[in-house]
């Protein structure tokens, strides 16, 4: 079992994921590449700047992979590398988990 501090494994997982965007992401690129504007498309609500910071560090912590094609006009594409197909097994568990007890946690915020 893994113990849980501030400097174990376990909060790189948890640091990685934290925030609004990216498990969706994430779990956007699950049926494979895409490319920004399909992305953003998808999933709706994120603006370009916001999908770009995004993209670029899940890049940079080697959950995407960022591939440009040499064309006319640029085409660039992001698709999951192993470790972020990995990741999809946890954010779908608790994409489950919110399912089902995500109206408990909304009707404990509702002021008394």
Same mark, same amino acid.
């Given at each position: 079992m893994t113990t849980f501090y501030a400097d174990c494994q376990a909060r790189v997982a948890a640091d990685l994921i934290s925030g609004t965007w990216p498990?969706?992401?994430i779990y956007s690129l699950s049926k494979g590449p895409a490319r920004p504007g399909d992305l953003r498309r998808?999933? +709706? +609500?994120?603006?370009?700047?916001?999908l770009t910071e995004t993209l %670029?560090? @899940?890049?940079?912590? +080697?959950?995407?992979?960022?591939? %440009?094609?040499?064309?006319? !006009? !640029?085409?660039v594409e992001y698709s999951l590398t192993e470790a972020g197909r990995d990741l999809l097994v946890p954010i779908e568990a @608790? +994409?489950?988990?919110a399912a089902k007890h995500a109206s408990t946690v909304l009707d404990a915020q509702e002021p008394a």
């Open positions: 498990m969706v992401v998808k999933i +709706g +609500g994120i603006s370009q700047k916001v %670029r560090r @899940l890049e940079h912590n +080697g959950i995407v992979e960022r591939r %440009r094609y040499a064309e006319a !006009p !640029p085409r @608790l +994409g489950d988990w």
